[in-house]
């Protein structure tokens, strides 16, 4: 199973950009797919962005399309989102996710691994 350590969450105000990493070791399968969730207060765990390690567009939900951005530094076994113009909206607890293969879903139960989460909260 893979490890995940999530880091670089904290307290900004709207408009403001963070970027959280994602490190993973651990890891065993050639292929993979590593995901960004949040859950907010009284909410619902909700899908954040998705990217593949064989390659192609990640996957963003649509509310963070054009603000969020996800990325991968394989030499480092890292993950990024980097979060710009962060709305109150956002403001939630961020996980790292994992999952074995190549196949894209926004469903938290297909993954396999997760990290412990990183809180961010944005203020306006």
């Known amino acids: 199973q893979v490890q995940l350590v999530e880091s670089g969450g904290g307290q900004v105000q709207a408009g403001d950009s963070l970027r959280l990493s994602c490190a993973a070791s651990?890891?065993?399968?050639?292929?993979?797919?590593m995901g960004w969730f949040r859950r907010a207060p009284g909410k619902e765990r909700e899908f954040v962005a998705a990217?593949?390690?064989?390659?192609?567009?990640?996957n963003y939900a649509d509310s963070v399309k054009g603000r969020f951005t996800i990325s991968a530094d394989e030499f480092k076994n890292t993950v990024y989102l980097q979060m710009n113009s962060l709305k109150p909206e956002d403001t939630a607890v961020y996980y790292c996710?994992?999952?074995?293969?190549?196949?894209?879903?926004?469903?938290?139960?297909?993954?396999?691994?997760w990290g412990q989460g990183t809180q961010v909260t944005v203020s306006s």
């Open positions: 651990g890891r065993t399968s050639s292929r993979y797919v």
């Open positions: 990217i593949r390690s064989s390659g192609g567009s990640p």
């Open positions: 996710a994992a999952r074995r293969g190549s196949y894209y879903t926004i469903n938290g139960d297909d993954y396999d691994s």
